[in-house]
């Protein structure tokens, strides 16, 4: 029994020293593996934030060409604003310098014909403001400012079209 029990403490004395490598493997085994998932993790939130950069470049540069076209399209009224000043003291010029005698009266209905043809909005016919302004005719000078503004909103309004053209142009191209 001695044998036995003697025995039995040798290869129990092995099994514990085996047991400790083992538990040192695993041990080992496991913070090699954890070390490696949270380097993994590491690389994926290293990455997400290349992405978010990326994106967050993009978005800085699409502002930068939108900012670039809203200055175009201030230089360009800014450059037409003369232009309309010089026509506005012109028909005022008119009025002034020219003798009554060469000027004339326009019927009534030709304002707001004018102002339906630069609007592209129609006007009632025979009934409201068309038989209404056959009673009031219109002078030269009214005339002459009415189409003034029109004219003076026709090319704000085209400059504002063309802006918006370049605009989704540019976005379009990816620019």
Known sequence: ?????????????????YAVIALIAVALFGSGYMKGAASERADIDQEKLETALAYAGEILAQQDRAN????????????????????????TRYVKVTPPADRCTLPGTWRLLHDAAATGTPIATET????????????????????????????????????WQRRYQTLEAGE
């Open 1 to 17: 029994m001695k044998l036995i029990a003697s025995l039995l403490g040798t290869v129990g004395a092995a099994w514990s020293g």
């Open 128 to 163: 409201g403001p068309l038989a209404a302004a056959t009673a009031n005719p219109v002078a030269d000078a009214a005339a002459l400012e009415t189409i003034g503004i029109n004219y003076e909103a026709c090319r704000t309004d085209q400059a504002k079209l063309a802006g």
């Open 68 to 91: 670039g076209l809203a200055a175009d399209i201030e230089k360009l009224r800014t450059a037409q604003a003369p232009k309309d000043r010089f026509i506005t003291r012109e028909i």
